[in-house]
C-alpha cells in the first residue's frame, strides 16, 4: 500500500464508524417510537411512563433522555411519524375514474386509522390538550400535514370540474368519518369492519366530487 493511500482509508474507516454510529442511533430512535405506539395504544396515556416505554424497547431510560430529550419529546415524535405516514404521497394513477380513485384514498387512509398508531396518537391528543409545550409543537406539525394532505387530493382530482376547496372539504369529511369508525372500532374489540360504512362514504365522497 502506497503511503499516499492511507489516508484515504483511514478517511473510509471514520466515515464507516460515523455511519454505523448514525444507523444504530436511528434504530435506537425507531425502537423508542415503536415502543411508546405499542404502551399508549395498548395501556394508555398514564401507564406509559419513560420506565415501561424503555423497558419495551429493550433499552435503557437513559436512551429516551439521549435520543429525544423528554417523554414530551418521544411523545411528539409518535404524533409527527403518524403524520408523516398519513400525509405520504400515495402513487393513484390519475387515469382512473373518479370513483377508483376515491376508492384507492380512502382504502390507504383507512388502513393506517385502524393501527395502534393512530390510538397511540389519540391518547396523546387527549392528555396533552392542556399542555402548551406539546400542543404548540403537535399543533403546527398537524397543520402542515392537513395541508400536504389537501395538496395531495387536490392533485389526485385536479382533472374534474371541482373548485380545490370542495376537493379539501371532501377530504376533511372523509378523514373525520375514518377517525370516527377507527374509535367505535376499540369498543368492538376488533370485530366490527365497517365495511357497508365505508361503501357508503366512498359513494358519498364521489358524489362530492363529481
Not at 12 to 17: E, G, H, P
Request: glycine share 4%; proline share 3%; net charge positive.
Amino acid at each position: 500500500m502506497t503511503r499516499s493511500a492511507r489516508p484515504a482509508a483511514g478517511r473510509k474507516s471514520r466515515f464507516r464508524t460515523q455511519r454505523t454510529q448514525e444507523e444504530r442511533s436511528a434504530t435506537t430512535r425507531r425502537q423508542l417510537i415503536d415502543a411508546a405506539i405499542e404502551c399508549l395504544s395498548e395501556f394508555g396515556y398514564l401507564e406509559s411512563t419513560v420506565e415501561v416505554i424503555a423497558k419495551r424497547a429493550g433499552v435503557s431510560r437513559g436512551a429516551v433522555q439521549h435520543h429525544f430529550g423528554s417523554r414530551n419529546d418521544l411523545l411528539i415524535a409518535v404524533v409527527d411519524d403518524f403524520g408523516l405516514a398519513l400525509a405520504e404521497p400515495v402513487a393513484i394513477d390519475r387515469n382512473r375514474s373518479v370513483a377508483a380513485r376515491v376508492d384507492a384514498a380512502i382504502e390507504r387512509t383507512w388502513e393506517l386509522v385502524r393501527r395502534p398508531h393512530f390510538i397511540a396518537v389519540v391518547q396523546v391528543w387527549l392528555a396533552t390538550r392542556n399542555t402548551p409545550e406539546v400542543v404548540h409543537v403537535t399543533g403546527k406539525k398537524i397543520a402542515q400535514f392537513e395541508r400536504d394532505l389537501d395538496l395531495s387530493w387536490q392533485n389526485l382530482f385536479s382533472d374534474i370540474k371541482v373548485p380545490p376547496e370542495q376537493i379539501a372539504v371532501t377530504r376533511h369529511i372523509v378523514l373525520a368519518a375514518l377517525r370516527g369508525l377507527a374509535l367505535r372500532a376499540l369498543y368492538r374489540k376488533g370485530r366490527a369492519t365497517w365495511t357497508r360504512e365505508i361503501a357508503a362514504l366512498k359513494k358519498m365522497a364521489v358524489a362530492a366530487l363529481s
